[in-house]
């Protein structure tokens, strides 16, 4: 029996050598391997390629872009070198340049799927989303089996709060592959955003079923759980995430909210500065630390906070409106009305931003001005879908613009729907956050009451 012959001087078995380490995200290995087959040919353009895309995976962009670039000396033709360099310029979240290098990749190849794709990518993470769906729709005029591009519609069309649109979308990808876990995860995503907890726990379980390690799912279901304010339950999932990668920052962030909602600041600032030695630029543990000392009355610390938030992002509208909230609180009308038009200029569907800035405009008496903002709030969250945060935040917002008879009616309607638990605890909040501003209206210590009355009856019930 012969015995078969390697040459040690094969590059092709080097660089997929390489490559193999890269998906093992053994990255130093696959550097030695990559570089191995570059000795043998120095202008093994996919080895260059492939340094590139180690380098993407390590978040090392700048040394990606230097192999991208490389690649493109050797052959400025190659096409797939643009493209990833506009991946990496995406991930960097400079999207004009990335577009610029998409634009070039398909000079050379208009139907360039991935790169068509890529571009839907880029408006995607831009929150351009009717642009994203453009390009999502030209990469299934040219492949109407490309799953990446029919799911990313489905995430686009979550973020743009089109539910029913977005299963359709997810629904299509999993038609194509039933085992596609991001889509399935995704999935549980839009029921989480529609509020439809159970059926998002189903969806994450789905995916757990296919990868035991699918550490987003864990993530999500402690996510979900918080919402539903089982905090326990939050617990165990999040560190089941955690078990499988504990530098899972957004976990250690999730796991730091749980016990934020639970009123255990102590922990909750905890797992925010376990995130920060993760990535000490992580602007929402940040600005949650600067929620927390709000809570606690430590205004000035708070104000650090946000101001440290923003100072890493300056696009960051809630750690503007939450600053603006912190302002009112410490008396400052003036500083307090500019982040909250800040954070709505930022973000002008955001009904919360309208409403606190209308509810600090009444705490100075300038009623006109504080009534039109809370008419604002009232329109959009009308305009939105019929969740029942919206219902929260409607009769919330005619509380606070004193319409007596609607609101009474508004709460009414929505305690004799028996709402869990869980809605009736937030509609709680949402008056506490009222009563910081204005501490003594007889209808929201009222209402407050008969919330808590019926919390403890639903209790005493189970």
């Known amino acids: 029996m012969k015995t078969l012959k390697i040459d040690p001087e094969y590059k092709v078995s080097f660089g997929n050598k390489g490559h193999a380490y890269r998906l093992m995200k053994q990255f130093d290995n696959a550097l030695v391997q990559l570089d191995a087959a570059l000795k043998i040919d120095p202008e ?24 991208f670039d490389l690649a493109l000396q050797i052959d400025p033709e190659y096409k797939i070198a643009f493209a990833f360099k506009g991946n990496v310029y995406r ?3 400079q999207f004009d340049d990335a577009l610029v290098q998409l634009d070039k990749a398909l000079e050379i190849d208009p139907k360039y799927t991935w790169a068509i794709h890529e571009k839907g990518l880029v408006f995607h993470n831009w929150e351009k989303y009717d642009q994203a769906l453009e390009q999502f729709d030209l990469a299934l005029q040219i492949d109407p089996q490309y799953k990446f591009a029919l799911a990313n519609k489905g995430s686009a069309c979550r973020l743009m709060k089109q539910f029913d649109d977005a299963l359709i979308h997810l629904d299509a990808a999993l038609k194509i592959d039933p085992e596609y876990i991001w889509s399935i995860n ?3 995503l839009v ?4 509020e439809k907890y159970e059926q998002a726990l189903e969806q994450f379980d789905l995916a757990l079923e296919i990868d035991p390690e699918y550490k987003a799912a864990f993530a999500n279901k402690g996510r979900t759980y918080r919402l539903m304010k089982q905090f ?27 016990f934020q909602d639970w ?66 609180l410490m008396g400052n009308y003036k500083k ?115 919330l808590k009355t019926q919390v403890v009856n639903s209790q005493t019930n189970e």
């Open 44 to 67: 093994y353009v996919w080895a260059i390629n492939h340094k590139g895309l180690v380098f993407q995976d390590w978040e090392k962009y700048d040394q990606a872009l230097e192999q």
């Open 91 to 93: 991930l960097m979240e």
């Open 186 to 188: 995704h999935k549980g």
């Open 191 to 194: 029921f989480l955003d529609w």
């Open 232 to 258: 326990d339950d939050a617990l165990l999932q999040l560190d089941a995430a955690l078990k499988i990668d504990p530098e899972y920052t957004w976990a250690v962030f999730q796991k730091g909210l749980v």
């Open 263 to 328: 009123e255990k600041y102590d922990q909750a600032l905890e797992q925010f500065n376990l995130a920060l030695q993760i990535d000490l630029e992580y602007e929402i543990a940040v600005a949650n630390k600067g929620y927390i000392f709000g809570l606690q009355n430590l205004f000035d610390q708070a104000v650090v906070k946000f101001n440290k938030a923003i100072e890493i992002n300056d696009k960051y509208d809630w750690a503007y409106r939450q600053r603006g909230f912190v302002y009112a």
């Open 336 to 450: 307090a009305i500019q982040d909250l038009t800040l954070s709505i200029s930022l973000d002008s569907d955001d009904d919360w931003a309208y409403a606190l800035r209308g509810m600090i405009h009444l705490k100075f008496d300038k009623v006109d001005l504080g009534a039109a903002d809370l008419e604002n709030a009232i329109k959009l969250v009308s305009n939105s879908s019929q969740s029942w945060t919206n219902q929260l935040n409607n009769c919330f917002y005619h509380l606070a613009l004193g319409k007596v008879e609607d609101t009474q009616k508004l709460y009414n309607e929505l305690l004799t729907e028996s709402p869990l638990d869980y809605i009736l605890l937030e509609a709680i909040e949402n008056i506490d956050v009222f009563l910081r501003l204005f501490p003594d209206p007889l209808q929201a210590l009222e209402i407050k009451a008969q």
